[in-house]
């Protein structure tokens, strides 16, 4: 016999669709259903040959449609063959058209846009996550960015908040006691950003740091004989890479993000 059958018919990818037939399936026990998806519908000789087929298979048909000339011929079809048949997207778009007195734009795929939009932020957050504080250098080639910087310039945060803009970001901490990876020095100095900072300003930031973790302010961390000495191996670094510089000591981590939002506008224009 001969599983219960349900067409689903979209002018786009069909997954709204078959997400909202698949819920409702979810409350019937009686056994499994078919379900057989047509995506991207552009005439209504597919809606026809859909119909056809729902009734020989005596299937049930779910549908998203944003061209109401297709909505109209599918249900007006399937009137005509008895085919049960629910317009999943129609009545809400129409009850938001009343509501909110504007006209839907009725492109189809624009729910899978933006699909894609999210994933690919998604994707940037977790590139920055696997390739902070230079955990991994093999990211500094595949990074859209590269953040460098002694320790407390919000290259992590920083690194965050590009992502959200689905820009894929490595970060490497440059500190004299460790070379830096040779990677570093084979990528592209447009896309590498140095992050400076005043001594006086780091100063300051490390011994809150070191307060906030209950320990002393006079250790090395925040001495500034120390910190000098990381800030002239951290100068060393960038000229050598010959990269962008930006002084973080006065900016929010969104004002260091514009600076950096900015230069790449600017250098694709070039």
Known sequence: MEKPLIYVLSDSVGETAELVVKAALSQFDDGPFDIQRI?????????????????????????????????????????????????????????????????????????????EDYFKRVEAIEFAVRYDDGRDPRGIAKADIVLIGVSRTSKTP??????????????????????????????????CIGLKISADKLNGIRKERLKSLGLGDQASYANMNRINHELEHFNKVVDRIGCHVIDVSNKAVEETANVILNKLRKDAQE
């Open 39 to 115: 995506p991207y519908v552009e005439d209504k000789g597919t809606i026809n040959e859909a119909v056809l087929q729902a009734k020989e298979h005596e299937a049930m048909i779910g549908f998203t449609f944003v061209v109401p000339e297709f909505r109209k011929h599918l249900l007006k079809k399937a009137e005509e063959h008895q085919i049960e048949c629910v317009d999943i997207m129609g009545p809400m778009m129409e009850a938001m058209e009343r509501h909110l007195k504007v006209e839907p734009r009725r492109e189809p795929g624009l729910v899978h846009k933006l699909d």
């Open 158 to 191: 920083l690194s965050q908040y590009l992502a959200h803009k689905r820009l894929k970001v490595a970060n490497v901490p440059i500190v004299p006691e460790v070379q830096p990876p040779s990677e570093l020095y084979r990528v592209d100095p447009d896309k």
